[in-house]
């Protein structure tokens, strides 16, 4: 099972940043999204499609249906400039991780 | 406060050995699944590796089955990655994951270690 995302998305200070997430009817698993800044292990953002962990800010959001999922920030800052992963979980028990989107923050 | 703190990473020969271990804190150990997740340099997360509590269920991915063995210690809190016949292309980051449950049939990562880098050249 593949997931696909863009390699990079540009976003203005202070505008929404959109990242997707496209799979085969990914819509019927949940997706969950990290956030990784240089040299640093990935954070977990986004977990069952839109649900935040505690300490996450408002401004992240998810969504998921059909063939893509997507990550949503909004009112972007720049410590928001970071690589950005969708995962799932596979059927075969394995996990899954997008190839990952780049997020610049102009 | 939930940590893993990774150890054993280092240079080692093509199909060298070498053992990674997990120590982790601040949550129920025995009632929780842990997995290694690595990362090549300047390239993306890579699932390697799962254990379930009480060694019940055990999985890895298709690129290390056969050469990579995932073990646990409940006494001491800590899981393993014992990793044979190593090549050039194991080369990465290695970090240990605690598992979480949607209830739903899906799991994600929720508390990632620092990570260890394993790094294999002649």
């Known amino acids: 099972y593949g997931l696909a995302q863009p390699l990079s998305v540009s976003v203005a200070l202070g505008q929404t940043a959109r990242i997707s997430c496209g799979g085969n009817?990914?819509?019927?698993?949940?997706v969950h999204w990290y956030q990784q800044k240089p040299g640093q292990a990935p954070v977990l953002v986004i977990f069952?499609?839109?649900n935040r962990p505690s300490g996450i800010p408002e401004r992240f959001s998810g969504s998921n249906s059909g063939n893509t999922a997507a990550l949503t920030i909004s009112r972007a800052q720049a410590g928001d400039e970071a690589d950005y992963y969708c995962?799932?979980?596979?059927?075969?028990?394995?996990?899954?991780f997008g190839t990952g989107t780049k997020v610049t923050v102009l | 406060e939930v940590q893993l703190v990774e150890s054993g990473g280092g240079l080692v020969k093509p199909g060298g050995s070498l053992r990674l271990s997990c120590a982790t804190s601040g949550f129920t150990f025995s009632i929780s699944s842990i997995n290694w997740v690595r990362q090549a340099l300047g390239k993306g997360l890579e699932w390697v590796s799962s254990?379930?509590?009480?060694?019940?269920?055990?999985y890895y991915a298709d690129s290390v089955k056969g050469r990579f063995t995932i073990s646990r210690d409940d006494a001491k809190r800590s899981v393993y990655l014992q990793m044979n016949s190593l090549r050039a292309e194991d080369t990465a980051v290695y970090y240990c994951v605690r598992l979480a449950d949607t209830g739903a049939g899906s799991y994600y990562f929720d508390f990632w270690g620092q990570g260890s880098l394993v790094t294999v050249s002649s």
């Open positions: 009817n990914i819509g019927s698993k949940s």
């Open positions: 995962q799932v979980w596979d059927s075969s028990a394995a996990g899954v």
């Open positions: 254990i379930s509590p009480g060694s019940t269920y055990i």
């Open positions: 069952s499609d839109s």
